[in-house]
């Protein structure tokens, strides 16, 4: 199995409207990436590793796949729309990271 995992770095001046993202953008994701998607989570950053320290993160979204063509295979066809409307909900360059789980 392999994860998707989409970070939204905190910093001065990102905005994340996390009420678009939950009821409209994580929607659009899910019935785009039908039965190839086997689960998401989406965790809201609240702090950072150090007692009173600002969370690295705004938003980091986790994605499961079976394999990285899987993932590939449902995104590609959908690529432009989904990314499309990030503008709707944030003005944050995302990092993508595409892991396998070990455990």
Request: cysteine-free; overall charge negative; glycine content about 8%.
């Amino acid at each position: 199995m392999i994860r998707v995992t989409v970070l939204y770095p905190a910093g001065e001046g990102h905005t994340f409207d996390m009420d678009y993202y939950l009821k409209t953008h994580i929607p659009l994701f899910q019935e785009r990436m039908g039965a190839a998607m086997r689960e998401v989570t989406v965790e809201r950053g609240v702090a950072g590793g150090a007692p009173g320290s600002h969370p690295p993160y705004v938003a980091v979204v986790r994605g499961s796949f079976e394999s990285v063509e899987s993932f590939a295979n449902a995104f590609a066809p959908h690529a432009s729309e989904i990314q499309g409307d990030v503008p709707n909900y944030t003005n944050i360059q995302p990092i993508i990271q595409i892991s396998e789980v070990l455990i």
